[in-house]
């Protein structure tokens, strides 16, 4: 049996080294090291999180800089956010292709360097060995089949496993798996205690996979986010068990491209005084994401949380949305979109949007991002939804906000207070 949950706001206290310091001859130079945070991706050998460990060891390598990264900002210079070299990497998957070989078919489509590869093969090896098998509904086969309640467990006792062998301060789940389809409501969404009856049963799958991660975040006691749209911790069993146990999240689904310009030219339109008739887009996408949203059933979670938000900023119930898998783009992601509106008298306006870029190369500075800033959150004593950090997401828990200057500013007050929140608790301690 796994220990019980001790949250995420305990533990060693940060400490920031000043660079100069540890390289004088003075007393301050003996200062502890700054303490290493854990970053568990659930997907862990898929585009994103390869891209993401890579870029997180070419920066803390100094081979790269750290653009497309918010918390390198001016605005976070002062904030006690760990370091990009604190960071010490594991994960789950379900496929056996390492990091490495999928690092080199994103060298092999132009995306990556191959200088930043060979520099950062070691990194990448070193978290793969981190790697634990994960979890699918392949996992529920009959009687003999591993309970999910036994899943989580198993799950949660890697991360604790890896979080004592590496003497992690704390440890950050980010969910990056592959789109799943939206379950069927259950009162087990609801209720705790049937969920625990529930997930005893090796016949039964109550929980999708996303939320059996979900669930083992919360019994390992670490911080979470969901970076995809499947349901994960977005069920309210699950964030009033997150919320009870002291455990920061944040959610949901990465606002990385189409949505995130969504977000900025909407509220243009309404601050205008125009009216947006309607707001018509169509995604072009390969690689595995192409591949899932080409279901038609996982798709459905991927439309809804892309044009809720717009739907919100314009008041146009008329957004559709179309995605096509076009294999042979790989991982690059088209955008286009058509905005239809009215202005003064009844005149009529339209804009023409395209976008192009690599989705990894989008994605990944933002998962970064969320590590540290929810390694943040967990030292300032958050718990439950991070409202803030909706900043990230296209469906952002425990807000309704969906502006992007608005969200911008309210995550730079929230680092402000956060901080203030953790140096107030070192100097009590």
């Not at 005893?200 to 919360?218: F, T």
């Not at 179309?322 to 905005?339: F, Q, R, T």
């Not at 718990?383 to 909706?390: D, H, K, Y």
């Amino acid at each position: 049996m796994l220990p019980p949950p001790g949250g995420t706001g305990t533990g060693v206290k940060m400490h920031q080294v000043d660079a100069h310091a540890a390289t004088s001859g003075d007393a301050s130079a003996h200062a502890s090291p700054p303490p290493r945070i854990g970053l568990w991706l659930v997907g862990a050998r898929g585009s994103v999180a390869t891209t993401a460990v890579l870029g997180l060891a070419a920066i803390a390598q100094g081979h790269a800089t750290a653009t497309g990264c918010v918390t390198a900002g001016e605005q976070f210079a002062g904030a006690p956010l760990p370091d990009f070299g604190s960071f010490v990497v594991g994960g789950h998957d379900v496929i056996d292709a390492s990091m490495e070989l999928r690092a080199q078919t994103l060298v092999d489509g132009r995306m990556i360097p191959h200088h930043l590869l060979e520099s950062t093969r070691s990194a990448l090896a070193a978290a793969d060995a981190e790697v634990r098998p994960g979890y699918t509904s392949m996992h529920v086969a009959g009687a003999a089949a591993e309970s999910q309640q036994a899943a989580a467990e198993r799950l949660a006792g890697d991360i604790l496993d890896f979080q004592r062998r590496h003497d992690l301060q704390r440890v950050v789940m980010v969910d990056l798996a592959s789109t799943e389809a939206v379950p069927d409501t259950a009162p087990e969404f609801f209720d705790a205690d049937l969920l625990r009856a529930s997930l005893k049963d090796p016949d039964r799958a109550v929980l999708p996979p996303s939320s059996v991660m979900a669930y083992a975040a919360i019994l390992a006691g670490v911080s979470y986010a969901c970076f995809t749209p499947s349901a994960g911790m977005n069920l309210p069993v699950l964030m009033d068990l997150a919320t009870e146990r002291g455990i920061p999240v944040a959610g949901q689904d990465g606002k990385t491209g189409q949505t995130w310009l969504r977000t900025v030219l909407g509220p243009a339109f309404a601050a205008r005084g125009l009216s947006v008739l309607s707001w018509a887009g169509t995604n072009l996408l390969g690689g595995g994401d192409g591949a899932t949203l080409a279901d038609p059933v996982a798709v459905r979670s991927k439309l809804s949380s892309k044009t809720r938000g717009l739907k919100a900023i314009t008041g146009s119930d008329v957004t559709p949305l179309h995605i096509d898998n076009v294999p042979d783009l790989g991982d690059i992601k088209v955008a286009w979109d058509h905005v239809h509106a009215e202005g003064f008298l009844g005149s009529r306006l339209t804009l023409q949007t395209t976008w192009s870029a690599y989705d990894s190369m989008l994605a990944a500075p933002m998962v970064l991002d969320l590590a540290r800033l929810l390694s943040l959150a967990a030292e300032a004593g958050s718990r439950g939804p991070v409202a803030e950090l909706g900043f990230f997401f296209k469906d952002p828990w425990g807000s309704d906000r969906h502006d992007f200057a608005a969200q911008a500013d309210e995550l730079v007050r929230w680092v402000d207070e956060a901080a203030q929140r953790v140096g107030a608790a070192l100097s009590h301690s």
